[in-house]
Nanobody
Framework: QVQLVESGGGSVQAGGSLKLSCAASESIFSNCAIGWYRQAPGKERELVSSRSTGGINWYADSVKGRFTISQDNAKRTMYLQMNSLKTEDTAVYYC???????????WGQGTQVTVSS
């Protein structure tokens, strides 16, 4: 069973930056679509960014121009660079990989990002 382990969450002031990492236990990213989701308290989980196997990136309007998704296949790691953070970016962030019929197959455990004003 592939495991995804996230790191890089934390607390930051508005306007600051964080970089989330998601390391896989096996080399899967070169053949899989990847994505980052987030879930704020009292809200549904939402897709923040994704990257297709062809390298096409997608971003939610709320993070476009501020977040960047990337991956390093040699390190078996995917990333989410978050700049110009806003208080509304506060959430638990999840990485996901390998899209199946309806959803991603593998999920990280989640990492908390807290942005204060």
């Amino acid at each position: 069973q592939v495991q995804l382990v996230e790191s890089g969450g934390g607390s930051v002031q508005a306007g600051g930056s964080l970089k989330l990492s998601c390391a896989a236990s096996e080399s899967i990213f070169s053949n899989c679509a990847i994505g980052w989701y987030r879930q704020a308290p009292g809200k549904e989980r939402e897709l923040v960014s994704s990257r297709s196997t062809g390298g096409i990136n997608w971003y939610a309007d709320s993070v476009k121009g501020r977040f960047t998704i990337s991956q390093d296949n040699a390190k078996r790691t995917m990333y989410l660079q978050m700049n110009s953070l806003k208080t509304e970016d506060t959430a638990v962030y999840y990485c996901a990989a390998c899209y199946g019929l309806r959803s991603y197959t593998y999920w990280g455990q989640g990492t908390q990002v807290t942005v204060s004003s």
